[in-house]
């Protein structure tokens, strides 16, 4: 690999430009874990390291806990990323004439740092390319031709979604064959690769770099849910094919593609001995799933447990052995799924750059080809109920409780309602209008119940909506409930009122009909329309209907379109809902009126 190359000549340079003087170093970052800093200091004169905690790995070096002792004993420090300690000690150096050199190793601009490349690093931006990058292009003999054969492997996840298709062209095909593919950006020619290195903890989350060769190494990153692009370390360029990520209308700041690749090869420096074997080792590679990803709870369940669900349902349970668990696991993963042995979930009380180094390392160790598992399929029906019925066993003793609620079950309907008490993307009018619709149902349903959601924080609007509430509706507050606890209560809604938002999983699982109202923006990412009614889009398998209501009025000194505030007509709403209950009424009995759309019903 082109990259484990260069970095062994910066060694050698590193060596003999340092090879008369004392040396000194500091493992700021996490060096502190890694065995494989003797590898690059072979021939130095090393009189000491330099570690703030005594207990931290000395590597067989002389051990110097006094800073001012370590810098009065050497004349340079070889320091391995920067913290707030390589600042006092450049602070120190300067206040005290001390000739101490300073010289981050992992610092690309520094002409001995391991990582220091000659050219610049350049992204070329696939979807909207400027002059200048189009010469760049030009110099470099990429072919942009050969690049689209691999975007085209790719897929907008908004297209993806829309085709409900499981997995994204390029996923399918690794999964297929047990190696990645994609198109040699030079000549075009069909390479594959099983190859892989898991880059976790950074600004993207995590991404998989897929090493291939043809012309020269190239590398193709995947994140979550597609590829972000082609990475070409012998001319240090960046083809990116985004412009936009999911549910984020700004791009992504150059400097945080930089930031991704010094840390590819950051952990490459600290696994060189890895990095060799595992690239020597010719032995099939093991397929490892990537799951936990997703820092929320709804796309967590819809697209990473439903991809796990749908290798279960097709018997497929081979493939999804031994995953890879990072740090979300909203739905006890374990539990959830016995049928997975084996599962890696870092080491106990790890902090977490000790958990994102052992994850690269480990996949290397492990001779593992790696993916991050994503779904655009629907929520599957087995999930949903394997969730549900868990969580009502564990519950059982409180169904006491909800009858109480459904005083001996008389009450109806019961309406699940989604109070959204952040900053961004709010319904502005929400107590006001939702207290309305209430009141006015009451007078048609006298035995109308509400079940709040939300988070925590949205209690002060709950006791404010309850303030403007007939004191005869019934209510009950789930803002407070554990996620078990809230999936056992939605299920026992009729329907629900709910904007656009994390918290719709609930509803999905429940698969209750209802009203959904957002923005015009985000209205138009999750819509279609039939007959001049917007349905949110196919959020599971059989789903009931799912109306979204459009905006009134919105903030419009919010730039991004996707977070403006909002309000609703209370009066349109009012009807929607009529609309859906008048639905619920005439299929009560029927279990399998599937996606049908509501105003079948309505005439
Ligand atoms: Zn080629
Ligand atoms: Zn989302």
């Known amino acids: 690999m082109d990259i484990i190359e260069k970095i062994k000549v910066q060694a050698i340079k590193l060596q003999k430009a340092f090879n008369n003087v004392r040396v000194g170093i500091y493992p700021s970052d996490f060096g502190r874990f890694n065995q494989n800093m003797k590898y690059y200091l072979d021939s130095l004169n090393i009189t000491g390291i330099y570690l703030a905690d005594a207990t931290f790995n000395s590597q067989g070096y002389p051990t110097f806990t006094d800073m001012r002792l370590f810098l009065k004993n050497i004349d340079v ?26 010289i981050d190793l992992l610092d690309r601009s520094e002409n001995f740092a391991l990582i220091h490349s000659e050219n610049e690093f350049q992204i070329i ?42 997995f994204i062209p390029f996923d399918l095909q690794l999964l297929d064959n047990n190696a990645a593919m994609a198109y040699c950006p030079e000549c075009g020619s069909v390479c594959y690769t099983d190859r892989s ?10 991404v998989v770099f897929y090493l291939f060769h043809c012309h020269y190494d190239f590398f193709v990153l995947k994140k979550w849910e597609n590829l972000m692009g082609i990475y070409l370390p012998d001319k240090e360029i960046f083809i990116k094919f985004r412009k936009m990520r999911m549910h984020f209308s700004r791009p992504d700041p150059d400097h945080n593609y930089t930031a991704l690749i010094d840390q590819f090869k950051t952990y490459v420096v600290y696994f060189i001995e890895e990095a060799i074997d595992y690239l020597k080792n010719d032995s099939p590679k093991k397929l490892q799933f990537i799951v936990g990803y997703q820092n929320n709870l709804g796309h967590h369940l819809c697209n990473e447990l439903s991809a796990i669900q749908r290798f279960i349902d097709s018997g497929d349970t081979d493939i999804i052995q031994s995953p890879l668990l990072l740090e979300h696991d909203f739905y006890d993963f374990k539990g959830l799924f ?26 290397l160790q492990q001779n593992r080809l790696s993916l991050f598992l994503y779904t655009f399929g629907q929520l599957s029906n087995t999930l ?71 988070i925590a924080t949205a209690e002060e609007y709950y006791q404010q909506i309850k303030l403007l509430l007939n004191k005869k509706i019934k209510t009950y507050n789930a803002l407070h409930l554990s996620l078990e606890d809230t999936i056992w209560w939605v299920t026992s809604a009729d329907a629900f009122i709910s904007p656009i938002g994390t918290g719709n999983a609930f509803i999905f699982l429940a698969n209750i009909p209802g009203v959904f109202h957002t923005n015009s923006k985000f209205l138009k ?29 919105e903030d419009l000194s919010e730039p991004d379109p996707r977070l403006r505030n909002y309000e609703i007509d209370r009066d349109a709403l009012y009807e929607m809902v009529r609309k859906v209950l008048g639905y619920i009424e005439r299929t009560k009995t029927d279990t399998e009126i599937g996606h049908e759309r509501f105003e079948n019903y309505s005439a």
């Open 125 to 166: 931006d696939y979807d909207n390319l400027t002059e200048k990058q189009i010469s760049i292009v030009h110099d470099s003999n990429i072919d942009l031709i050969c690049v689209k054969k691999t975007v085209d492997e790719d897929l907008q996840w908004e297209t993806a979604w829309r085709n409900q298709i499981d």
């Open 77 to 102: 420090c070889l320091i391995w990323g920067r913290d707030n300690l390589c600042i006092d000690m450049a602070d120190y150096i300067g206040r005290h004439g001390n000739r101490v050199e300073l």
């Open 384 to 454: 949903a109920e394997k969730l549900i019925s868990r969580s009502k066993q564990k519950y059982e003793r409180k169904i006491q409780q909800l009858e109480r609620f459904l005083n001996a079950k008389d009450s109806w309907p019961i309406l699940w309602i989604t109070i959204r008490a952040g900053r961004r993307r709010k319904w502005i009018n929400q107590k006001e209008a939702l207290s309305y619709v209430l009141n006015q149902l009451y007078v048609n349903y006298p035995h109308i119940a509400a079940v709040f959601d939300g």
């Open 197 to 206: 290195f898991v880059v976790t903890g950074n600004y993207f989350g995590g």
């Open 525 to 553: 990412e999750h819509k279609f329309s039939e007959r001049n009614i917007n349905y949110y889009f196919a959020p599971r398998e059989n789903w009931k209907p799912c109306v979204i209501l459009p905006a009134e009025n």
């Open 338 to 363: 016995p049928e997975i042995l084996d599962i890696d979930l870092g080491r106990p009380g790890a902090d977490t750059k000790r958990l994102h180094t052992d994850i690269f390392r480990n996949s």
